[in-house]
């Protein structure tokens, strides 16, 4: 194809919906590269990828459950980003945009396809109109994206959330009150994004606490399985206490079976929303286990 064209990445499990809006971008005078189309058999299917990539004028995503978990969407987006390609967004399911997406911009299909397909074609013509640079020349640049959860995307992706820009503040406000109080915060996960507060005992640091962005209910959780290798944390009556301390931070006369002590209890963030009391009381709790392990008892 030596025509300016653009790219659709998608998850396989997408075909058919991937098809449609192929067959009408096409319709709409905008030429596109669909994997299942493009790619003859027998032909070395990783190298035809990377060239449509590289080749493209411009690209979308067509994004749903199965993009967000397809190691190919996420590569092939990634790889898009760091060659500065213009990239749009195409949600076809009701989801929250994986980290390295957050920032940008995106067009909801899953309401309205023929709104959000007249929005995504004249944004498409407006790029192809305009003069190709290079297409065909440019390769990758140093790598400048990534999918790994840090400081300048985990709040935003929080944010996505029903109730989201509540729940982001919350956990900024625990991130900054652990950078002063812990010795150290830890981002991980891509699929499930967190950050861990972490204490110094001896020559290793314990987790104190974790923020975890599941998608359908973020919550807070406090590792007992791995305290209980630390005095006095290695005392079941000790981490019993504590567990009952965190009873207070639940909703209503909510309370936490015993077994938990044993294990990692968690806290809703949403049981957080609107009482600024229950977000002390949890610091509250977390400041004493942190006393208690640089005492040791």
């Known amino acids: 194809m030596t025509e300016s064209f653009v790219f659709i990445s998608h998850s396989s499990k997408d075909n058919d919906i991937v098809r449609k809006l192929g067959d009408d971008l096409r319709t709409n005078g905008i030429p596109v590269w669909i994997d299942f189309e493009a790619i003859e058999d027998g032909s070395r299917w990783l190298q035809r990828i990377e060239q449509g990539v590289r080749d493209c004028a411009a690209a979308v995503i067509v994004m749903s459950a199965g993009a967000r978990e397809s190691e190919w969407v996420e590569r092939e987006a990634l790889m898009l980003l760091d060659l500065g390609k213009p990239l749009f967004i195409a949600i076809i399911k009701p989801i929250p945009l994986p980290l390295h997406l957050i920032t940008r911009q995106f067009t909801n299909f899953s309401d309205d396809y023929e709104t959000g397909f007249e929005n995504l074609a004249n944004s498409l013509h407006d790029v192809l109109n305009q003069v190709p640079q290079a297409i065909a020349n440019t390769t990758p640049q140093a790598k400048t994206h990534s999918p790994d959860p840090d400081e300048s995307n985990f709040f935003a992706y929080l944010a996505q959330m029903t109730d989201g820009e509540e729940m982001s503040l919350i956990a ?115 400041s004493e286990i942190i006393n208690r392990l640089q005492v040791g008892k």
């Open 172 to 286: 900024q406000d625990l991130y900054y009150w652990a950078q002063k109080e812990a010795d150290s915060i830890e981002f991980g996960g891509r699929h499930s994004p967190c950050f861990h507060a972490r204490v110094s005992v001896g020559k290793k640091t314990v987790a104190i606490f974790t923020l975890q962005a599941y998608l359908r209910n973020p919550a807070i959780l406090v590792p007992f399985d791995y305290l209980s290798k630390y005095p006095p944390y290695t005392d079941g009556k000790v981490r019993l206490e504590t567990l009952r301390e965190l009873d207070n931070v639940l909703a209503g006369q909510a309370r936490f079976k015993d077994t938990r002590a044993n294990r990692r209890p968690s806290i809703p963030l949403a049981h957080l929303l609107g009482d600024a009391e229950r977000l002390e009381q949890f610091k509250g709790v977390v």
